[in-house]
């Protein structure tokens, strides 16, 4: 069973700060990795993708992989208060067949405080 | 408008009484997804599909049934709901098997079984 483990938080970050949020996965052949923001009442939305490893930056958001450590990484620098929301990780890929589906973790709510 | 749509956004039915909920996507996405997402389990997969008439099991797919007859269309049937169903229930496609691309999520069904 494909496992992706984050921590539930709350985790709480004044204006501007750098916001971290971190996720382990369990299946080692699991290829690439993605991050998703969910609003409250909404739908999850896909923020950042990642499948090689070091980092990937795209305007305020680093996604960071090691796969050696099994860890995924989202950094949000400058964060606004219209971050917070929780934060899904998913992987993609790996063993058991079927690689075109994405398994979650129960996600990280952020909340940014003015 | 092209995009992935569900319907109805909420429902309220009655333990026993069967229910289904409609996806619809414009993009001719080989791939869908149910989910369901409940506090404390984050999103779990119910069932998906590769292509028309082809679908599968997912996490938790007791008390569903799908169909696919048509590329765009992925109906979820429970066919007689009960109280533990009461979720909130989110269709995504996908565009290719490649492991590279994520999902695109509908605005998801807020289901009530009382």
């Known amino acids: 069973q494909k496992e992706v483990e984050q921590n539930s938080g709350p985790l709480s970050v004044p204006e501007g700060a750098i916001a971290s949020l971190n996720c382990t996965y369990s299946d080692r052949v699991s290829q690439s990795f993605f991050w998703y923001r969910q609003y409250s009442g909404k739908s999850p939305e896909l923020i950042m993708s990642?499948?090689?490893?070091g980092d990937k930056e795209d305007g305020r958001f680093t996604a960071q992989l090691n796969k050696a450590s099994q860890y995924v990484s989202l950094l949000i620098r400058d964060s606004q208060p219209s971050d917070s929301a929780t934060y899904l990780c998913a992987s993609r890929g790996g063993s058991g067949g079927s690689n075109y589906k994405l398994t979650f973790g129960k996600g990280t709510l952020l909340t940014v405080n003015p | 408008d092209a995009g992935i749509t569900q319907s109805p956004r909420y429902k309220i039915t009655e333990t026993g009484r069967q229910v289904t909920l409609m996806c619809h996507q414009t993009w001719s996405h080989s791939y869908m997804f149910w989910y369901r997402q409940d506090l404390g389990h984050g999103l779990r997969l119910i069932y998906y599909?590769?292509?028309?008439?082809?679908?599968d099991k997912g996490e938790v797919p007791d008390g569903y049934v799908v169909s696919r007859s048509k590329t765009e269309n992925f109906p979820l049937t429970l066919e007689s709901a009960t109280r533990s169903q009461t979720s909130v229930y989110f269709c995504?496609?996908?565009?290719?098997?490649?492991?590279?691309?994520?999902?695109?999520f509908g605005s998801g069904t807020r289901l009530t079984v009382v």
């Open positions: 995504a496609s996908s565009e290719r098997r490649e492991s590279i691309y994520g999902y695109t």
């Open positions: 990642i499948y090689s490893n």
């Open positions: 599909s590769a292509a028309a008439d082809i679908t």
